[in-house]
């Protein structure tokens, strides 16, 4: 019996699933390929061989159990996929470079270990839509450490009126997910291609300072206990970083080390490619 393979599940939880559905066991179903082979299969789920056996047996396609692991120098990490989307009583985790953390053909929230239903909330719905446009084509992926300073920059900034309105709406709030809209506007933002032209141009300072300000303000709710603050130290301290990576690479004639992942869209990045490193001093 053929088991459906959920887009970007992982061959742990799929040959679980698979061997359940003809009543049997993982054990007994790669004992059996040894048999057939004549060759012991690896331990690792991660083997080619291992992976192929189960595409045979799953009558899979080549694509199946591919997605990648590293996504332009972030990590794609392992999750639970939305539960609307597997059987039920059947669990299913794998890796979802391209996707949020919104499933949108059930309106459901993936992150946490209780999955919650977003009708009520459509900020997050619209926001995992722009993550899919602009974010994915950046290849930012969750988890990445642009996602985790923009989510960090949202929930001390915004106000709390506002996530107690937004608590009231879903089953299960977490602070995560009371801030995701703010989070994508601000993954966007801090990964926009004009933004860091603007933020690493010879612009004086203050000017920087007052365009981070300006943009922080548009993406948080304007309320009267929103502490904006807060976030925009944040952002700085981001601008701030990249300024000290770029002029650092310039000084030393090499390639900045891309901390943020974004530099690739700044346009000034592909002077660093051309010019021919200079060996150094090994004491600089």
Not at 126 to 139: D, F, K, N, Q, S
Not at 231 to 241: G, K
């Amino acid at each position: 019996m053929r088991t459906r393979l959920i887009g970007g599940e992982g061959l742990p939880t799929y040959r679980t699933r698979h061997a359940a559905n003809n009543l049997t066991t993982v054990a007994d179903v790669e004992r059996y390929v040894e048999e057939q082979s004549g060759q012991r299969l690896s331990k690792s789920s991660r083997h080619a061989e291992v992976l192929q056996a189960w595409r045979e047996l799953g009558s899979l396609h080549q694509r199946a159990f591919t997605e990648p692991q590293v996504v332009s120098g972030n990590w794609v990490i392992d999750r639970d996929l939305c539960e609307r989307c597997v059987p039920p009583y059947e669990g299913a985790h794998g890796r979802l470079p391209w996707v949020g953390w919104v499933c949108l053909k059930h309106k459901r929230w993936i992150k946490d270990d209780e999955q919650t239903d977003l009708c009520r909330f459509g900020e997050a719905l619209v926001a995992e839509r722009h993550w899919r446009g602009r974010l994915t084509p950046r290849r930012v992926v969750v988890d990445s450490p642009l996602l985790l300073l923009a989510e960090e920059s949202a929930t001390v900034g915004i106000s709390k009126a506002v996530l107690e309105e937004r608590a009231e709406r879903v089953a299960s709030p977490s602070p995560g997910l009371l801030v995701y809209p703010e989070t994508v506007r601000i993954a966007r933002l801090l990964s926009r291609p004009s933004f860091l032209d603007a933020i690493l141009s010879d612009a004086p300072s203050l000017w920087k300072r007052a365009l981070v300000e300006r943009e922080v303000k548009a993406i948080l709710p304007d309320a009267e206990d929103a502490e904006m603050w807060r976030a925009l130290a944040r952002v700085w301290d981001f601008v701030l970083s990249l300024q000290d990576v770029v002029r650092d690479a310039r000084w030393l004639g090499q390639v900045p080390e891309d901390r943020w992942n974004v530099l690739r869209y700044w346009s000034g990045f592909a002077e660093f490619e051309r010019v021919e490193v200079v060996q150094t001093h090994p004491l600089v």
